[in-house]
């Protein structure tokens, strides 16, 4: 989106630069890299920068109001109610797909948010690997607020570890060695010293919960969640006995899995401003728009994109029973505005922000971005294409 950074990356490119790039990436967690990695990073403009910023912090304003928690507390399912919720998520997401508006004017629109982890880990390895291949400007960081390397560690360790040793903390999976963001969990316990552990692995004594480490018994003070709930339902039977976590056991969440519904696409239809697509709940959407093409359909509880009807009839609305678990998302344009050797790409970019127990409100720090050139964003869109797939994005610094 800086047409002069975009012009000189391109000009520097070459499939020799990124096979090294890549085998350099993958050299360091072999077999870890499960998804496609996109030939170039993005160049963000300061204006479009500012608007993702300022439309963020509006949000976190409302997420911070004192009766967020009770807008929100129909959020989560019943069935899945857990003790011990904190006052806030330690991790807060914003996605914006870069679009236009029916001036043909580029902006950047909320696509989701997520009151959940992402890549926090993999976003410090791999920019690093990527700078040693390719040239970026010296006053261009994927780091935000005047935050390097080391603040940004120092502070994603006390966001995820708290006040305890990190032996005592552990980030919770599902089959974590299976999973394709696994590379990220690596880089996690290489950069905070806490490691991935299964569901599976967690047995309990009283209210307490344990796990074996290196062949001794470690207690669990504080987890570092990272399963989705959907995802724990739909393979539960094939996990055998497990520990039940609706359990009042005497530990810390980083975050709550509260917060990954309260911080959702369920938030999205009490938003508004004009980076902030038109979002309601299907159940209180009577009568339906006459433009019912021009909207997304979405259930509120799932992940990475997993039954979102792209281009609804009324027929699919009819089958639904449980309209108050949707929405409808007012469609967005998403612009080619990176331009590639075999056509233009669509971005996503996604805003992390970190948010520490003692801290008044989330610290944006870093970010990733997806190329796409498919209908959406998302591997199953790309199979087959160029540069697409897992990204970062470059802002100018402060």
């Given amino acids: 989106m800086i047409r002069e950074l975009r012009k000189s990356f391109n000009q520097q490119f070459s499939e020799e630069k990124y096979t090294a790039f890549l085998d350099d990436l993958h050299s360091y967690y072999p ?9 170039t990073p993005v160049f963000v403009s300061q204006w479009v920068k ?18 967020f928690k009770s807008i929100t507390q129909h959020s989560i399912p019943l069935h899945q109610t857990i003790p011990r919720e904190n006052k806030h ?58 935050y390097e390397k080391q603040d940004y560690i120092n502070l994603l360790t006390k966001s995820i570890v708290g006040n305890y040793a ?27 010293g806490v490691q991935p552990v299964c569901i599976t692995e967690l047995y309990a004594k009283g209210n307490q919960l344990f796990y074996n480490r290196n062949g001794k018994e470690q207690i669990i003070k504080r987890i570092y969640n990272r399963i989705i709930w959907d995802e724990l339902n739909a393979v539960r039977a094939d ?35 004009e980076c902030i697509p038109e979002t309601r709940f299907l159940d209180q959407f009577l009568p339906l728009p006459d433009d019912l093409s021009s909207f997304v359909l979405k259930p509120l509880f799932s992940f990475a994109g997993q039954g979102v009807i792209i281009d609804p009839t009324p027929s699919d609305i009819d089958r639904i029973t449980d309209k108050k678990n949707w929405i409808l ?22 805003l992390m922000y970190l948010w520490p ?10 970010n990733l971005a997806r190329l796409s050139k498919g209908k959406m964003i998302g591997v199953r869109y790309n199979k087959d294409k160029t540069w697409v ?9 402060d």
């Fill in 31 to 39: 077999g870890a890299i499960d998804f496609r990695v996109a030939e």
């Fill in 50 to 67: 500012e608007k993702m910023i300022s439309t963020s912090e509006s949000i976190i304003d409302f997420i911070c109001s004192h009766d």
């Fill in 89 to 146: 998520p330690q991790f807060l997401v914003f996605d914006y797909g870069i679009c236009t508006n029916e001036k043909g004017e580029l902006y950047p629109a909320l696509i989701e948010m997520q009151g959940f982890p992402t890549l926090y880990g993999l976003q410090v390895f791999y920019p690093e690997v990527l700078e040693k291949h390719f040239s970026i400007p010296e006053r261009f960081s994927h780091y935000l607020n005047g």
């Fill in 166 to 192: 990190s032996e005592e903390v552990i980030l919770l999976e599902i089959r974590p060695h299976n999973q394709k963001t696994r590379i990220d969990f690596y880089c996690t316990k290489t950069y905070t």
């Fill in 239 to 273: 996990l055998g006995t497990i520990v039940d976590l609706n359990t009042d056991y005497d530990v810390e969440w980083a975050p709550h899995p509260h917060w990954f519904y309260r911080i959702s696409k369920y938030t999205m239809p009490f938003l508004s401003g």
């Fill in 329 to 350: 998302q007012k469609k967005v344009n998403y612009a080619d505005c990176i331009e590639t050797p075999d056509g233009p790409a669509k971005v996503e970019i996604r």
């Fill in 357 to 366: 127990d003692d801290a008044d409100r989330p610290i944006l720090v870093n």
């Fill in 389 to 397: 797939g897992g990204s970062v994005a470059y802002f100018e610094k």
